[in-house]
């Protein structure tokens, strides 16, 4: 099913039921349950890509530190999302997203290492970069088909 909002609702409310802090004092994510299919984590795959694809128009027109925090978020959670639907095991944090995908995606581990050290504010994104990510995410959306 396709999400009527601009991203895949489900798997972000997810990710920030388990990443959160309390709002204004009251924990009211403490409560809030989701419940993730397959087909939403094949949403969260090729939703990335598009994030991906456009993190190459930030990049050309000069938006380099808008291009790198997409090409990290599209990186990670694409990685997040291809360790759940292979494996059956849901990461919940960027660092473990790393550590996984590197024993998953092995071609691709300085890719993803990449990805959160941008996260992290460490490195500079190249063009190369980006390609990469974008053929990273299509692999993984063949993979988990």
């Not at 990443?19 to 204004?24: E, G, I, P, R, W």
Request: glycine share 8%; proline share 2%.
């Amino acid at each position: 099913m396709i999400s009527p909002t601009q991203f895949p609702g489900k798997f972000y409310f997810w990710w920030i039921s388990r990443n959160s802090k309390v709002l204004y004092g009251k924990n009211i994510l403490r409560d809030l349950r989701i419940k993730i299919t397959k087909n939403d984590l094949k949403e969260v795959i090729f939703f990335e890509r598009g994030v991906a694809l456009s993190t190459m128009r930030s990049f050309c027109n000069g938006g380099g530190k808008t291009a790198g925090i997409s090409f990290s978020k599209s990186c990670l959670f694409g990685t997040v999302a291809g360790i759940w639907l292979l494996n059956n095991k849901f990461i919940s944090e960027y660092d473990d997203a790393v550590r996984e995908g590197k024993k998953i995606f092995p071609k691709h581990c300085e890719l993803i290492k990449k990805a959160n050290d941008l996260r992290k504010r460490n490195g500079k994104l190249t063009e190369q970069d980006i390609f990469d990510n974008i053929k990273y995410l299509h692999n993984i959306s063949i993979k988990t088909k």
